[in-house]
């Protein structure tokens, strides 16, 4: 009796150990959730009777150890090695040539390319195929024993080989591998962590290195570590192949986890062709990487070439460009933007990100900078990725020296003085004074832009020229300037020229020269906005979520500035796709002192179109559609997508309703995402709006 339940027992432990490899090895299970826990079941009632029957290879023994007080250290049987690098082809060239020097064989050799995953390299005792000891890297000499977290890491078998069917391996077996947390579980543990109201991680390399040193495994088993092997670092007892892609074939069967995008190639240059697929493409893999390793596929060869310090001469590692470095955070800058928007941006240690110099990054706002604790003085993260702006990613807090100082977001705007204000449901804080001097310059070129009032010929150094010059003190006093005035702006705007590109030759005299038409023609078409329709001017005046659609309703509504300003936050909350926050913004606009004071200029100054517009009948690829946007997008800015939206022919919105067509999501999303959800609105990202928009 005793016999038969002991053979259930081990098949138990088989089953549930082949069930666990092809989940979390292949990822391809046979069996459903159900039927595992079944099987873990019945084996660990028979554990709970039969405690003295438990071996260290039962699938119940992941997580079972205690926490210790520190880790014991482990002398590796080999040294473990480095590795060179290659910043680009001609690097890998060069490397290739000084081997080629060292060794005939090496002109013929071939090469096998793997992931350089960006994790850390861990190693794996197998005596007699259970897993008996595991440590960090350490000094490459000496390492940590961290044998009880890395059992709990599924995808390392505990015993080998996984499948019964399997070869035998040698009776001292010694594997490298590199452990990682692949970028959606690090992904989803932030999303967790952050609903739970916890701090976030920085980035998957931090966290998995974290989470092996944990002194209590049942922190480590709760972390979505995994890994992937490709060496053996030793071996008694058996033969191994003395090829790299067999090696990589040998892992694999005996139940390893192997990367599938390893590939053996003749000749260099082929190697080479393929790392650089992966350059751009890298981020189709699911984990992070920073390079590709070329390595010589023979490794009698690779071997006797030898190593230069800790790098062994059979290998390079082919880097990609880094896209998150460090550096220091030598201050907090706040930008002012057309709608009066703060927005903070790090003012950087200047630092190389993928080639490019990199001095300033974008905080997105001062909630982010409390939320990451992120003080001025700290070493801090900074991410360049593609076409994005490059973003503070968080603190080091390791590198902290207690000089750092937190920062405090200004309660006045830094351009005017005027107390900053905050619409609800938004984490932006605004300056809300239409006369501020930093909103001005891009109120102006808004003004005139050819969205708005359409004034040709006023460019952006004119405008500038204008502000500065104190010709212009809000949009209004365009329509005031003479003739003369113009000239004289624009005699300052050929000085600026002359003085950034010298002539040549000597200037001839002015009598030769043709007159300059430039101010009469100015002076025209700013003559010409005059009559442009109300929408236009609406759109002007540049009032906070009112975009091409919203401002074609509210004329279309109104009819006009006058009965406009005296409209009630319920009024407009009749007009379709003018929620809340809108209705307050635009009521809050008109209540302004500086905005009755500029209507009271523009209709003096004849600037006071009337007559009512057809409601907004829009055409392209998004008419007919509403979109709410939540969270920083990846490209597009919060004014930026409601353009893009418009521009298309889309209604932007601000609030989610049933009605709603789709929800842009983008990072750190508000509520409006979960109402989404509730309300069964389908929910977007950046990419995908585009490619609605037609590309
Ligand atoms: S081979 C002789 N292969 O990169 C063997 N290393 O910068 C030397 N790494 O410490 C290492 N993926 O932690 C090798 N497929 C791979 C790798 C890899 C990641 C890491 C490893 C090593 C570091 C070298």
Known sequence: MADKLLTRYEELKAQVNFHNYRYHVLDAPIISDLEYDRLLNELKKIETDRPDWITPDSPTQRAGARPADRFEKIRHPAAILSLANAFGADDARAWFERVKKLDDRVEKARFVVEPKIDGLSIVLHYRDGLFAQGATRGDGEVGEDITSNLRTIRAIPLKIPVDAKGPTPPSNLVVRGEAFIPIKEFDELNKKLEEAGEKTYLNPRNTAAGSLRQLDPQLTASRPLTLLVYQIIHSEGGKVPTSQWE?????????????????????LDSAIAYTETFNEGRDVLPYEADGMVIKIDDLTLAADLGFVGKDPRGAIAFKFPAREVTTTLNDIGVAVGRTGVLTPYAMLEPVEIGGVIVERATLHNFDFIAEKDIRVGDRVLVKRAGEVIPYVIGPVLDARTGKEKTYKPPTKCPACGQAVEHFEGEVAWYCVNAACPAQLLRNVEHFVSRGAMDIEGLGTELVKILVESNLVSDVADLFTLTIKDLSVINEELNRRRREKNPPKTPVKAAAKKAPDKRPEKLFNAISKAKTQPLHRLIIGLGIHGV???????????????????????DDLMNIEGVGPNIAESIVDWFSRPSSKQLLGKLKKAGVWPSGKQKASQSSGKLSGLTFVVTGALPTLSRDGVKEFIESHGGKAIDSVSKKTSYLVLGENPGSKFERAKSLGVKVIDEAELRKLAGG
Do not use: C, H, Q, W
Request: proline letters at 2%.
């Open 547 to 569: 975009g091409e659609v919203m401002a074609k309703d509210l004329s279309a509504t109104f009819g006009g500035l006058d009965k406009l300003a005296e409209v009630s936050i």
């Open 247 to 267: 090696i990589l074939e040998y892992l694999k069967v005996l139940g390893f986890p192997v990367t599938d995008i390893a590939r053996r190639f003749n000749d």
